[in-house]
């Protein structure tokens, strides 16, 4: 049967293609992208409440507005003046992503999108009818998205810019001037940018700054996915002008209705009570990051930039030969998950994503089997 035109250029998602092959025993697991932490005790008590009270019915599509003033709170702490009636709770940031999409795009319209960058951008502005237009983010430059960088690639097409700090696959944090900077060229240009900030609060040096305190061009998507570790829970949430809003909403009420009214709960609960829980999370991602930084420096060749958020590395093996090939390599023979860099991109090339959102000791030995096998091979 044929599927539809826009499906042809959408190829299965490459971290996916690798996690398929890395079933079976005695294999590390550096791909992923998900916190190893459970989510607060304040959450869990909340579902098992919600669960009681008989919360399992549709919520307003928009979210519970109880939660949505908590995201307003939290909103306010980044700079960002919002009311619930321009907030919108989400199936995650991914839904918040393809409704933005899907709210502004026509056929052919450009989205500019960060190259190496989130692998969804792309397949997520083709799904919406548009066309993805990578811009440049470089190595020599921490892999922060210049602004100039972004200006070279606007069309008479282009109607969107996507920007993630803290950045995946590089874990780049975007400096406040380089935000306000975007900022001034979506205004001179009348582009909304749609800032994917999920990893916000998770850093370890600088801070965050969001695009949305200084335009209000700015459609803030974020999640509670990598804060309070909630992957399998599927809450996000968006905020934008209130006429975005209410496009992304006829999107979002056909396709989704409402967000489970569970995870809302539990995301109720994060935002009210659980204070302190992110912190204290990322000091022990700060640990992790500077031991997977101290190992990468002890293999021949590997380069890496600092990441100052989230909670990847994306070294340098172009000594090595080519990503994909060099993952399938550390894969079958060291038995360790890591995503190629071209899964993120044209830009990715020569380098490995090695997520550091697991133990130590899964680190250290993951380290170990890559630089043993490294080693053998410049050897025979
Ligand atoms: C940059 C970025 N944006 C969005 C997402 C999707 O998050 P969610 O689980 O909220 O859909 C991810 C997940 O890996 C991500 O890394």
Redesign the pocket.
């Given at each position: 049967m044929d599927l539809s035109e826009r499906l042809s250029h959408i190829d299965i998602s490459g971290i996916r293609r690798i996690f398929e092959l890395a079933k079976g025993e005695d294999v590390i697991n550096l791909g992923l992208?998900?916190p190893d932490f459970p989510i607060p005790e304040e959450s869990k008590e909340a579902v098992a409440r919600a669960l009681e009270e008989d919360l399992t019915h549709y919520t307003p599509s928009m979210g519970l507005h109880r939660l949505r003033e908590q995201i307003a709170g939290k909103l306010k702490g980044n700079g960002i003046s919002s009311a619930p009636e321009e907030i919108l709770v989400t199936?995650?940031?991914?839904?918040?992503?393809e409704i933005a999409l899907l709210a502004l795009l026509d056929p052919g319209d450009e989205v500019l999108i960060p190259d190496p960058?989130?692998?969804?951008y792309a397949p997520l502005t083709r799904i919406a009818g548009g066309t993805p237009v990578p811009f440049d983010v470089r190595e020599e430059e921490n892999f922060e998205p210049g602004p100039e960088a972004i200006r070279e690639r606007i069309t008479k097409r282009t109607k969107a810019i996507i920007i993630?700090s803290p950045?995946?696959p590089t874990g780049a944090v975007s400096s406040k001037k380089d935000v306000k900077e975007i900022a001034g060229i979506a205004e001179e240009y009348r582009l909304p940018v749609i800032s994917?900030e999920?990893?916000d609060e998770i850093i370890y040096e600088g801070a965050h700054h969001s695009i949305g305190a200084y335009t209000d061009l700015a459609i803030t998507?974020?999640?509670?996915?990598?804060t309070y570790a909630m992957?399998g829970l599927?809450?996000?949430y968006v905020h934008a002008r209130r006429e975005i809003v209410e496009g992304m909403l006829k999107c979002h009420q056909y396709v989704q209705a409402s967000t489970c009214s569970l995870s809302q709960a539990a995301a109720t609960a994060a935002l009210e009570k659980a204070k302190g829980y992110t912190e204290k999370m990322t000091r022990v991602l700060k640990k992790r990051r500077d031991l997977i930084l101290k190992l990468l420096g002890d293999i021949e060749g590997v380069n890496c930039v600092r990441p100052k958020g989230?909670f990847y590395v994306f070294p340098n093996f172009s000594a090595y030969g080519s990503s994909k090939d060099l993952a399938m390599t550390i894969l079958k023979e060291a038995r360790v998950v890591v995503t190629p860099g071209t899964a993120f991109g044209a830009g990715g090339e020569g380098h490995l994503r090695l997520s550091y959102a697991t133990s130590e000791e899964k680190i250290e030995e993951g380290l170990k089997r890559i630089k043993d096998l490294l080693r053998l091979q410049a050897t025979t």
């Open positions: 992208g998900e199936s995650g940031a991914s839904e918040a992503l960058g989130f692998v969804s993630n950045g995946n994917d999920v990893y998507v974020n999640s509670f996915s990598k992957t599927r809450l996000g989230a």
